[in-house]
């Protein structure tokens, strides 16, 4: 089993400008999510990632900070096919969608991704209804799973983020800005 451990490395960013000395950074950027499978035996193969506010800046505007979220990726690899499994687990701090209060939120969730090699990605790509089924080429030597990453972590956070799961106005929520909300709701209905 071979195992590897790639660091994003946010330091790598802070290359002074002028622009063009931005270039070698993005590109070993990209290379740092790449996986060359072709040399993998077949078998199941584990690799680990850890991402952070970088990461998610450069892809979007993410509605949260100091997140720090790791991947771990079990592949298992056949001859037409390679079935990835992501295990995403990590913490974010994210704000209160009820009140604005900053929470410490802990994410957690499993994905799978079925890569498929074929002769037509690009058609078969078109076709498929599946989000959890990718095609690439056969002739194809590194999968790219930067992307993935991406949605799986954006996807692990609850849909509504709120001081307390269980009652409206709970004990955590910020009392004063629930208030004004209420007053401000007052004020339109009028
Ligand atoms: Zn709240």
């Known amino acids: 089993?071979?195992?590897?451990?790639?660091?994003?490395?946010?330091?790598?960013?802070?290359?002074?400008?002028?622009?063009?000395?931005?270039?070698?950074?993005?590109?070993?950027?990209?290379?740092?999510?790449?996986?060359?499978?072709?040399?993998?035996?077949?078998?199941?193969?584990?690799?680990?990632?850890v991402v952070d506010d970088k990461f998610f800046a450069e892809k979007g505007e993410p509605d949260f900070a100091n997140c720090h979220a790791n991947i771990k990726l079990s592949l298992d690899k056949k001859s037409s096919f390679m079935l990835l499994k992501f295990e995403i687990g990590g913490k974010a701090d994210?704000?209160?969608d009820r009140c604005g209060n900053p929470l410490a939120m802990d994410i957690?969730?499993?994905?799978?991704?079925?890569?498929?090699?074929?002769?037509?990605?690009?058609?078969?790509?078109?076709?498929e209804e599946d989000p959890d089924v990718y095609y690439i080429s056969r002739t194809e030597s590194h999968v790219d799973i930067g992307n993935w990453i991406y949605e799986f972590v954006l996807l692990s956070f609850p849909l509504q983020k709120m001081c307390s799961e269980k009652e409206i106005g709970g004990p955590q929520c910020?009392?004063?800005?629930?208030?004004?909300?209420?007053?401000?709701?007052?004020?339109?209905?009028?």
């Open 174 to 190: 910020n009392k004063e800005v629930l208030e004004k909300l209420k007053l401000m709701e007052v004020k339109t209905k009028k």
């Open 94 to 96: 994210v704000t209160c």
């Open 1 to 49: 089993m071979l195992k590897k451990t790639l660091i994003f490395n946010p330091k790598i960013a802070n290359i002074p400008l002028p622009l063009p000395s931005f270039k070698p950074y993005v590109m070993a950027n990209k290379r740092a999510f790449e996986i060359a499978f072709v040399g993998l035996k077949p078998g199941i193969h584990e690799f680990s990632y």
């Open 108 to 127: 957690w969730d499993e994905f799978n991704m079925l890569v498929k090699l074929v002769e037509n990605p690009d058609e078969m790509n078109q076709q």
